[in-house]
Structures are given as C-alpha cells and as structure tokens.
C-alpha cells in the first residue's frame, strides 16, 4: 500500500505568500542599492507560471506515476516509510535532483523546460514561483529510487520538500551566512551564482538542499562580484505562454533551417549555445582547375 504522504508544495502556499509579502515590504522600506528587487509585471509573471505549474504538473504526474508504479511492481525490492528512512530518501533524491537538474541546463531539450526559472532579471521571492509547465522531463531522473524500492508516494513526497526548502534561498535580503552552513548547504549566496548570466557563473551550483554534489563533481562557484540575472540572451515578454514555451519554439526554428540530420541532433541534444560547425570553403578556382575547365 502506497504512504499517505502530503504535497509539501501545496502545504506551503500560506507561508510562501507570507514570506514573500515580508520579503517586498523590506526591499520598500530599506532599499539596497544595486539589488534587483521587485518590479509588478515581472513578479506576475513568475506567480502566474507558479500557479500555471501546479495544474500542469498534475497532469505530468500521471504518466509519471504510471511509469513509477510499474516499476515499482516489478522490483523486488522494499523500503519502508518510517522515521529513519525518510531523511535517506531525501538525501536520495537530493543527489539524483542535482543530476536533473544539471541535466536540464546542458541538453538544450531539457533546458527548454528549465529556461522558464532563469528567464527572470529579477531575483525575489517570487522567482523561486516561475517554474516550467512541461515537468514531464524531470521525472526519469528519479527512477533509480523507485527501482531500489521507495515508494512512488515517497519519492513525489521528497521532491516537494525539496522545492519547498529551495524557495527561501531565491533572495537577495540574505547575505552570506556562517562558513560551516555555506560548505554544507544551498543558500541564497549560491543560489544567486546559479541564477546569475555572467560567464564565470553560468552552469554552476546545481544543488537543491546541499551544495555538496556541487563541491564533489566540480560545478561549484562561490559568489564574488554581483550577479546580473536572467539568460545570455533575454526573451523581453511578460506574456507566461511565451515563457513557458519560447526555447521549444527556437529549437523548431533551427530544425528547420538545419542541413542534416547530425546538426538536428545537436540542435536537439547538445547544450543550448551549441552551433554546428561553419561548412568548408569552396575551392580556389586555380590554374588546375582553370586547365580542367578548358579541357
């Protein structure tokens, strides 16, 4: 029988409201020069993709589940849902989050899904809420779990939870905090690296809860000069289905214009700033082949 376990998204919509009610009343009554602070169409715009992802991701959870549950049955294997199981599965599904999620930023179908949460010059509170409607690509990632035998239940339980702990780090009204609370875990000071658009900081601190995986596998960079957010190349639109959709619709763009099937592989699979290779000049026309020309 699968765990009664909750949404922990779902459970935290009073306090994300609060927080970040909190969060705008500081930037108004205490300004912090050079800070991106908030601006209204663009914190609509990630509070309309947040409330558009919630629909979505419960239809993607279905194929998911699906798939999981199938899994699931065929695996011999069993983890129970007890109290010290429950900080492993979190820790699980920390580490395969942290391959999702640098997955999604150098395989540029998956980074068109994730592009959405970077499309944003703006770093608030109300960032963390602009997220993708076309979660569908996320869920592979976790199905070493549910093969090692958590439950379906437990491992949508987790990611929640990590979702839920990655919004307080999408501030800029908290500084760096205490060295060992840094080395161990994400914060808002590696948080705003990742989201920053300069090239030293592009592609780096993947982590949800620890920002160990990232100090591991050699993608961490800690915060020096200021960030500058959003992407290499900003999309200018406040409209949400234009954000949500927009890289898609520029991956159709190059397949189209693309002249063989290895640069529609590329254009599909390689990383998002990926460009095939210049084709070959033609030959020079010399004396040879003027000789051949006459003959």
């Given amino acids: 029988m699968s765990p009664n376990l909750p949404d922990a998204v779902l459970w935290s919509i009073p306090a994300f409201v609060l927080l970040t009610v909190l969060e705008m009343v500081s930037c108004r009554l205490h300004p912090e020069e050079g800070a991106a602070g908030y601006e209204v169409k663009d914190s609509a ?8 992802s919630i629909v979505f991701d419960l239809l993607w959870k279905i194929p998911a589940l699906a ?6 049955e065929l695996t011999p294997a069993r983890v129970p849902v007890v109290w010290w199981t429950i900080p492993l599965m979190l820790l699980a599904q920390d580490f395969l989050y942290y391959w999702s999620h640098r997955g999604h930023h150098v395989v540029r179908i998956l980074w068109a899904c994730h592009v959405v949460h970077h499309s944003s010059r703006k770093f608030n509170l109300t960032t963390a809420l602009r997220q993708p409607w076309t979660s569908l690509t996320v869920w592979p990632f976790f199905l070493p779990m549910v093969a090692c035998g958590v439950p379906p239940a437990a491992v949508f339980f987790c990611y929640s939870a990590n979702l839920v702990y990655q919004f307080w780090v999408h501030t800029e009204r908290i500084g760096k905090l205490p060295r060992p609370v840094e080395y161990v875990f994400n914060t808002p000071s590696h948080h705003r690296v990742h989201h920053a658009s300069q090239g030293g900081y592009l592609d780096r601190n993947f982590g949800g809860i620890l920002i160990l995986w990232d100090r591991i596998f050699g993608s961490f960079t800690a915060e020096a000069e200021r960030p500058v957010y959003g992407l290499t190349k900003n999309i200018d639109t406040y ?7 927009h890289e898609y619709a520029a991956i159709a763009r190059d397949l189209r214009r693309a002249r063989s099937w290895r ?9 998002p700033g990926w460009q095939p290779a210049p084709a070959p000049p033609p030959p020079p026309a010399g004396p040879a082949a003027s000789r051949e020309r006459v003959a």
Avoid: C, D, Q
């Fill in 45 to 52: 715009t990630s509070i309309g993709m947040g409330l558009g």
């Fill in 67 to 72: 798939l999981f549950t199938a899994v699931h």
């Fill in 239 to 245: 409209n949400p289905l234009r954000v949500a959709t």
């Fill in 263 to 271: 640069e529609r592989a590329g254009r599909v699979l390689r990383g």
